[in-house]
């Protein structure tokens, strides 16, 4: 189905139609993509909502906490809309318990229990997929960059959001320590997002424009903007 472009060749598709008139191997490349990031997107309105918004001191916090799920919920939404004319329907994600969705193995994510946790998940985890986003902006399928420029902007609100809190708990000593605890633990599942450095598949996601690094390329840009963060809270990157 459809030509494979040359390696030196830059790739343009405009359309669904276009989409499905592309070589096998970008549609099946393109699709995990764009559906694991839509999936990722929903968990991450279920994680405000189920998981953070019962840690919140107070209903300042709590309203943060639903103003951001709202977003991830739109951000799905997005992703949704971008794969139906593809011939993929995600309507059944929006039934699945958080704990069966596909996106983490490890389900460390989905269980911080302290307020120190959430704030690393977003001030830190919640770069992994900026990371990622910003790539996704410049995709070769067109529809899926438009869409995804929407969605840096939220997800900057909500970096920021991590970063307020943790430069909260930074202040004291306690603090620092229970940011820490909650660096050490959430730390290697933030470097496990990015998957494995010889897949093949991101290889061919970068020759088809769909990205701009492979993994591990990734894992080195995020580690090269969150470890300043680390350090200037007092804290130790863990090894």
């Known amino acids: 189905m459809g030509f494979a472009p040359f390696d030196d060749e830059a ?53 943060v906490c639903a103003e951001r799920a709202v977003e991830e919920y739109d951000h799905y939404k997005l992703g949704k809309k971008i794969l139906a004319p593809l011939g993929v329907d995600t309507t059944y994600m929006e039934t699945q318990p ?10 460390t994510l989905h269980a911080c229990t302290s307020w120190a946790e959430r704030g690393i998940f977003s001030y ?49 000593e306690e603090g620092r320590e229970e940011l820490q605890t909650a660096l050490d633990r959430l730390w290697p599942t933030f470097e496990k997002i990015f998957g494995s450095s010889r897949s093949e598949r991101a290889k ?12 591990g390329e990734a894992r080195d840009l995020w580690r090269e903007r969150v470890i300043p963060r680390v350090t200037r809270l007092g804290l130790r990157v863990p090894q």
């Open 204 to 215: 061919l996601a970068v020759r088809f424009g769909l990205r701009k690094t492979t993994n």
């Open 98 to 107: 958080l704990s069966e969705r596909n996106l983490f193995a490890d389900q």
């Open 124 to 172: 830190i985890g919640e770069e992994t997929a900026m990371v990622m986003i910003k790539e996704f902006a410049e995709s070769s399928y067109k529809p899926w960059a438009e869409a995804v420029r929407t969605i840096i902007i939220d997800e900057k609100v909500h970096i920021a959001h991590g970063a307020r809190v943790c430069r909260n708990l930074a202040e004291t």
């Open 11 to 63: 790739v343009v598709v405009r359309t669904p139609d276009e989409f499905l008139k592309m070589p096998q191997e970008y549609q099946e490349v393109a699709l995990r993509q764009i559906t694991v990031n839509t999936e990722g997107e929903l968990s991450g309105g279920d994680d405000y909502i189920q998981v953070f918004l019962p840690l919140a001191p107070n209903a300042e916090e709590r309203q």
